[in-house]
């Protein structure tokens, strides 16, 4: 028993340097202390001994086994520490290497003009909302006064979700909905997206953006909103820009009119982008129609209101000389970097 147990004890001391990964750390454990291993038949063995060498020989086994357990765990010392140095090698990164330059983008064109016409009207005191882009028919038409079958729809190649839901056709609604939500007086400005069904080509686009604007009050007259728009037009491009009423209609305002700029690009003396004419066509704008204040419970023999439509992508094209539309929606982050 004592030389068989010798012999283990010299077979395992001869592999243990050779024991170098934790498979062969499980197979030398298998093999000498596992259940069908040298130590367990051993063990097995002691049943054909006299009673009187059966202590003895348990002693020793046992011996060898804690032995031989310590020479196996401090294997698996030496295996873990130099797998975490294997790690810490191979995984070290090295913070002085140069890299490749990170492409930066610009931020969008639209952005820029948004984040301005925001500073601008907050300036003068109004608040910013922002309403669904998937709206009710009732509040994209109806509450505007452009009922079903009115010709106004067709002027506004609308998408229809089913009969009662569109795919906004402006930021108008949100007229309405701030009437219906809100008591005078009221002042707020309302940017998003919108939608149309038209052909994509250098100046339309099925998606494009508008800035709503709403003010209510009692003694608001059609001076409050050229007083607005003025300001509005000085802050944006400077003290000689002003702005150009001509009537229009819009069914939800009475009277109505379209806005020109003094051109920025001329200031006002003529040139291809205003083709001649010293003025640019920026926004839609009037009255807000009695009709639709009462429509929206507002009473309108206290109240008076005015409302204005700016089209984004007509003052950023303006501003950063873009000629094409469809470059807003491409996303080619090259195109854009030139505005950072
Ligand atoms: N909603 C109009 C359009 O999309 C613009 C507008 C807004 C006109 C507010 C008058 C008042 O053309």
Not at 33 to 40: A, D, F, R
Request: hydrophobic content about 35%.
């Amino acid at each position: 028993m004592k030389e068989m147990l010798e012999q283990l004890k010299q077979q395992l001391s001869e592999m243990l340097p050779e024991i170098d990964s934790p498979q062969k750390l499980e197979e030398a454990k298998v093999r000498f202390l596992g259940k069908k291993g040298s130590l367990t038949a051993l063990k097995r063995g002691m049943g054909a001994l006299s009673p009187e060498e059966r202590p003895k020989a348990g002693q020793m086994i046992n011996t060898v086994s804690q032995w031989m357990e310590e020479r196996l765990s401090e294997c698996e010392q030496r295996i873990k520490s130099r797998m975490r140095e294997e790690a810490l090698r191979s995984e070290t990164i090295d913070v002085t290497e140069p890299r490749d330059a990170i492409s930066m983008g610009g931020e969008h064109p639209l952005t820029l003009v948004l984040r301005d016409l925001v500073d601008c009207f907050t300036g003068m005191g109004f608040e910013v909302v922002e309403g669904p882009e998937i709206e009710l028919d009732h509040y994209n038409f109806e509450l505007l006064n452009i009922p079903k079958n009115h010709p106004a729809r067709d002027a506004q190649d609308t998408f229809y979700v089913d009969d009662n839901i569109v795919l906004r056709t402006h930021t108008s609604p949100m007229q309405a909905r701030t009437m219906l939500t809100r008591k005078p007086p009221i002042r707020i400005i309302c940017p998003g997206r919108v939608f149309r069904a038209d052909e994509v080509d250098a100046t339309h686009s099925p998606v494009f953006h508008q800035m709503e604007g709403l003010v209510i009050d009692e003694d608001v007259t059609m001076a409050d909103l050229r007083g607005t728009l003025n300001e509005f037009a000085r802050r944006l491009y400077g003290s000689d820009v002003t702005t150009r009423f001509r009537p229009s209609f819009f069914p939800f305002t009475e009277p109505s009119a379209e806005v020109d700029l003094t051109c920025m690009a001329c200031h006002g003396k003529g040139c291809p982008i205003c083709k001649g004419t010293g003025w640019i066509e920026v926004l839609g704008s009037g009255m807000v129609n009695p009709k639709v204040l009462d429509m929206c419970g507002i009473d309108s023999k206290k109240y008076k209101g005015f409302a204005f439509g700016i089209g984004l992508e007509r003052i950023a094209m303006l501003r950063y000389g873009i000629r094409d539309m469809r470059l807003f929606y491409e996303g080619d982050q090259k195109y854009f970097a030139q505005f950072r």
